[in-house]
């Protein structure tokens, strides 16, 4: 788990613009909130975005994998 102690809440659906008005595969990513107790001291830290930046690079370089 990238973020070990947040909770999982799952995948979601949603009619936001960003991916409803477009023409290509889109996703929104929410890493934690910067107000959050728990997201706020980790998302102050380098290693932290990081470790959700190489997670959402696996996830998309997985999702051209089946595409593909």
């Known amino acids: 788990k ?9 995948v979601r659906q949603g009619r936001f613009f960003v991916i409803r008005r477009t023409t290509m595969p889109a ?3 929410e890493t934690g909130f910067v107000t959050g107790r728990l997201d706020a ?7 932290h975005r ?5 997670a959402i690079t696996k996830g998309i370089l997985n999702y051209l994998k089946e595409v593909n």
Do not use: T, Y
């Open 27 to 29: 996703v929104l990513v």
């Open 41 to 47: 001291p980790r998302l102050a830290k380098k290693a």
């Open 2 to 10: 990238v973020s070990p102690g947040s909770p999982d809440r799952g």
């Open 50 to 54: 990081r470790r959700l930046s190489f």
